[in-house]
């Protein structure tokens, strides 16, 4: 095992808050993004949340389930990378560190791999050779396109890559008064919906609906904000309206909204007036305008946040059973590498842990 980082597992560490959102119970195909929806199938089924649970239970690291399914560790993060270290070494393998790869050639009798260890060229051979240095998201710590420009030389295609499950950004720092608060809602778009928490940030939208329709979104295209998905907002006004009809309408909403956000949306959209004073139709159209905020981001925070890299390694040049290369035996492609993109929540992890056994256990044989 090569990494050029100087100590392992360096996105499980930081993941989930420091907790590790290691996989998610309900995790299948449909919860990831990829151009053949099916490819991921094959190797979910061999090596299952289940799987990955049993493993993290024979190791006694206790976990929670937060919410949706997701699981995390009671304590740290670094609890799955020991277990990981601990499970390379029981099988034999090797760990090099801070280890570069300067190239890599076909031999007769698989790999030729030069690299740089500690200042010094040393050069490997290799029956089998298993890309998974991951995608581009977060160069900071050391992501690289490795994975990908090898791929190209032996002939694999790689899709179009774009940052995933990442911030929204706006114009003007159009959110930057309201940085800071939370709301329930729901985030679509024309391909998809999530009903999650949204976060507002100095430099636009974040929290995980917005993370998660990001994965979805294309350039230049308006979303949808359903604020208060879950609330019957209209019949709440009304039995209001009922009992307080004399407060403002602003004061009566911020019973469902933070107040910061109902002042700023009262500016935009000239809300005012006694609750008293409006008319079903007028709590109705206010209504509408809360279920169905239409907003433009002027893009993403990009690489330099991303939680993933969407794209990868073209499914079509890879075996869906083992990850090998159909046109170059004993080349495998695992993990964010390969085009197969998970939902926030557990999936991305789980799809690393399933692809690396499905091509494990194949050069195993
Ligand atoms: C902040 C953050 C939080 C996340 N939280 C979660 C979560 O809670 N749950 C979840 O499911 N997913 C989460 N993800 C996504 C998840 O971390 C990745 O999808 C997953 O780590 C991909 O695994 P991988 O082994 O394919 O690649 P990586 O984990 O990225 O590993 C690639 C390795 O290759 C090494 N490498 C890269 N380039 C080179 C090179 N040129 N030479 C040598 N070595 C190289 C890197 O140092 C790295 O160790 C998170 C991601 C981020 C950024």
């Excluded at 996105?11 to 119970?25: A, D, Q, V």
């Excluded at 919410?67 to 009671?74: A, M």
């Excluded at 004073?277 to 239409?294: G, M, T």
Aim: hydrophobic share 40%.
């Amino acid at each position: 095992m090569i990494d050029h980082a100087r100590t392992p597992g360096e996105k499980i560490r930081i993941s989930g808050g420091g907790r590790c959102n290691f996989t998610n119970l309900y995790a299948s195909a449909e919860n990831y993004i990829s151009a053949n929806p099916h490819f991921c199938k094959s190797a979910l089924a061999r090596y299952t949340q289940w799987d990955f649970i049993s493993l993290v239970d024979r190791h006694g690291i206790d976990w929670h389930e937060k919410t949706l399914g997701q699981l995390f560790c009671d304590a740290s993060a670094k609890q799955i990378v020991a277990m990981l270290v601990s499970e390379l070494r029981a099988a034999g393998a090797d760990l090099w560190l801070q280890t570069s790869v300067s190239g890599v050639t076909r031999s007769p009798e698989g790999f030729v791999v030069k690299l740089e260890r500690e200042g010094k060229p040393v050069t490997i051979s290799a029956r089998n050779l298993v890309l998974a240095t991951g995608g581009k998201s977060i160069p900071k710590m050391g992501a690289t396109g490795l994975a990908y420009d090898l791929a190209r030389q032996f002939g694999l295609p790689v899709t179009d890559t774009r940052p995933g499950l990442v911030p929204f950004t706006f114009a003007e720092d159009r959110f930057r008064p309201l940085a800071g608060l939370a709301v329930p809602a729901r985030l679509s778009n024309a391909r998809a919906s999530f009903d999650e928490a949204l976060l507002f940030t100095h430099r636009g939208l974040s929290g995980p609906s917005v993370l998660q329709l990001s994965s979805y979104w294309q350039e230049g295209e308006e979303i949808r904000v359903h604020l208060l998905p879950e609330l019957d907002l209209f019949a709440a006004l009304r039995a209001q309206r009922q009992d307080s009809g004399r407060k403002d309408l602003t004061t009566e909403l911020a019973r469902h909204l933070p107040a910061r956000l109902v002042d700023a949306l009262a500016q935009d959209w000239s809300l005012q007036g006694r609750l008293a004073d409006q008319s079903d139709a007028a709590l109705q159209q206010l209504c509408e305008r809360l279920h169905n905020w239409p907003l433009k981001p002027t893009g993403t925070e990009g690489y330099r946040t991303a939680e993933v890299t969407l794209g990868g390694i073209d499914t079509d040049a890879l075996s869906s059973r083992s990850m090998e290369a159909q046109s170059v035996p004993g080349l495998y492609a695992i993990g964010e590498a390969v085009d197969v993109t998970g939902w926030l929540g557990g999936y991305n992890f789980q799809w690393a842990w399933a692809s690396g056994h499905a091509a494990g256990t194949a050069i195993r044989g």
